[in-house]
């Protein structure tokens, strides 16, 4: 849990950081891209590693998160720049949800990480890109009733939460090149003498003029996907996530005394 605190912590500075910076100067994500990169992939790695210890996690569920991690990246060209659709989102819901925060966080960002390496999107904005999908993944490992709630019930809920991170993965996006748009000075571009609240202002103008077109396709296929097949999804993925935990360990030995317990019994 401190890896994935530590983690949230730097993507939240690392988002931030220009509305306290002024962006005419040498600073910019297209040279602080690499250093958070370089910091991202080891502190996903100790997250992993921290989950695999504390929930008894073996190699099939590292297994599952490469499958998974696949099919997202296998999905997202299917509506990638096409007002918005983008199917893969659900399936971090969904797959979220049943990993849990910890395996959530780090699945969101694999896939985003090999998505952009399928469609030719590698750039300054991949490890943001990795940073906000992560994040999405992690909150609906963190939504209550992980345990108790199922059926229709567990479906509106993650439909809802669904609606609300595609939105605002397209927001916090938004955060990651806004300060840096170059061209004349308007009622929606970020100011650097400004308080920060003014320009929080005009950021959300920004959004609401620019990528809420964008948003609202993306969150409204997120929310039928899950009211439609999530329930099939859900019930694959924790049929798979019990097959992926061990409950008890493989012992070899001798079998019982007997006269069943012969030189097939010891094969065993």
Known sequence: MAALVLVSAIGVAAFGWPLLADPSSSLAHST??????AALLP???AVVVATIADSGLGAKAVAMLGVLAAAGAALRPLGAGTAGLEPMFFLMVL???VLGPGFG????SVTMFASALLTGGVGPWMPFQMLA???VSMGAGLLPGPDRLRGRAERL?????GAVSSVLYGTVMNLQGW???GGPATGVSFDPGDPVHENLVRF???CLATSLGWDLPRAVLTTVLILTIGGTVLRALRRASRRAAFAAPVAFGRGPAGPSAGPAAERT
């Open 32 to 37: 602080d891209a690499p250093w958070l990169f």
């Open 43 to 45: 502190l996903l790695v």
């Open 95 to 97: 797959a979220g949800r």
């Open 105 to 108: 966080f780090v699945l969101g």
């Open 133 to 135: 999908m992560g994040w």
């Open 157 to 161: 809920l993650l439909a809802a939460y």
């Open 179 to 181: 300060p840096y748009l």
């Open 204 to 206: 959300l103008a920004y």
